[in-house]
T-cell receptor
Framework: EAQVTQNPRYLITVTGKKLTVTCSQNMNHEYMSWYRQDPGLGLRQIYYSMNVEVTDKGDVPEGYKVSRKEKRNFPLILESPSPNQTSLYFC????????????FGPGTRLTVL | AQKVTQAQTEISVVEKEDVTLDCVYETRDTTYYLFWYKQPPSGELVFLIRRNSFDEQNEISGRYSWNFQKSTSSFNFTITASQVVDSAVYFCALSESGTGGFKTIFGAGTRLFVKA
């Protein structure tokens, strides 16, 4: 089954404790992206990756890092989480072109105390 | 600059009513794609439709229909004979060729309540 998976689905952590949210897709998609969803703001793009070892900032990259060492994986790293990073996070992938439909993971609800 | 506006924050209707969700976008590109996604209470994002900037044909899929008008930069979504299962947050999104197609801008979403 074609899918995008994220782990963990729920996470409560404390300020400053490094964490990683994993994202994996099994569709051999070139393009992957991370979004955060906050009430009243919709989804905002954090980082995206056009292919292995190629990443770039989205609209809200501060406080986040990503890596793309393999085509299927695109982890989101919070080196020193802060309460304003409490949010619902979505990973997405698509085949390549902007014309293609993005497929979203199930979401990760992160709470930073 | 690219922007997507969904002016309706929340809409509440009674089952079987028709409802239209508005989406207005801004872009300087002539080539772009528009999308609608549904987010039910369970939280996942479900793709509904994709429309490219050169195709202004309206589309109907069952009870769903979309009206794309470049003249007003709008891509509105209508649900006919709404049902309780339509209760969700609906997002409109824009993807442009000018940014390499790598950025997607979402509207803030419209929360639809359908009451039995």
């Amino acid at each position: 089954e074609a899918q995008v998976t994220q782990n963990p689905r729920y996470l409560i952590t404390v300020t400053g404790k490094k964490l990683t949210v994993t994202c994996s897709q099994n569709m051999n998609h070139e393009y992957m992206s991370w979004y955060r969803q906050d009430p009243g703001l919709g989804l905002r793009q954090i980082y995206y990756s056009m292919n292995v070892e190629v990443t770039d900032k989205g609209d809200v990259p501060e406080g986040y890092k990503v890596s793309r060492k393999e085509k299927r994986n695109f982890p989101l790293i919070l080196e020193s989480p802060s309460p304003n990073q409490t949010s619902l996070y979505f990973c997405a992938s698509r085949r390549g072109q902007y014309t293609d439909t993005q497929y979203f993971g199930p979401g990760t609800r992160l709470t930073v105390l | 600059a690219q922007k997507v506006t969904q002016a309706q924050t929340e809409i509440s209707v009674v089952e079987k009513e028709d409802v239209t969700l508005d989406c207005v976008y801004e872009t300087r590109d002539t080539t772009y794609y528009l999308f609608w996604y549904k987010q039910p209470p369970s939280g996942e994002l479900v793709f509904l439709i994709r429309r490219n900037s050169f195709d202004e044909q309206n589309e109907i899929s069952g009870r769903y229909s979309w009206n794309f008008q470049k003249s007003t930069s709008s891509f509105n979504f209508t649900i006919t004979a709404s049902q309780v299962v339509d209760s969700a947050v609906y997002f409109c999104a824009l993807s442009e060729s000018g940014t390499g197609g790598f950025k997607t801008i979402f509207g803030a979403g419209t929360r639809l309540f359908v009451k039995a």
